[in-house]
């Protein structure tokens, strides 16, 4: 059976940091890129940071240079640092899995509140 976990969510202050962690069972982690996407209230959920397997990273405009996607293979886990956070960062997080090899499957965790205020 497949899961992807994410934790590290919760409350913080406009300016704080949060570090998201994703662990997950039932894949090869290795040979799928790893995604954070985020959700807001009302709005269509976005890509925020990837990694590929091997460890090539993208990011959001929004998520440049205060965001940090890493991925550590032997824990079967993804992290997303995130720094300098603002309300707008406010979301749910999602953590998703795509496998690069073989046959193409995605997978999505449940995602973990993300509650930045003033």
């Known amino acids: 059976q497949v899961q992807l976990v994410e934790s590290g969510g919760g409350l913080v202050q406009a300016g704080g940091s949060l570090r998201l962690s994703c662990k997950a069972s039932?894949?090869?982690?290795?040979?799928?890129?790893m995604g954070w996407y985020r959700q807001a209230p009302g709005k269509q959920r976005e890509l925020v940071a990837s990694i590929s397997s091997g460890g090539t990273t993208s990011y959001a405009d929004s998520a440049k240079d205060r965001f940090t996607i890493s991925r550590d293979n032997a824990k079967n886990t993804a992290y997303l640092q995130m720094n300098s956070l603002k309300p707008e960062d406010t979301a749910v997080y999602y953590c998703k899995a795509f496998r690069e090899a073989g046959i193409r499957l995605i997978y999505w965790g449940r995602g973990t509140q993300v509650t930045v205020s003033l």
């Open positions: 039932g894949i090869t982690f290795s040979i799928n890129t």
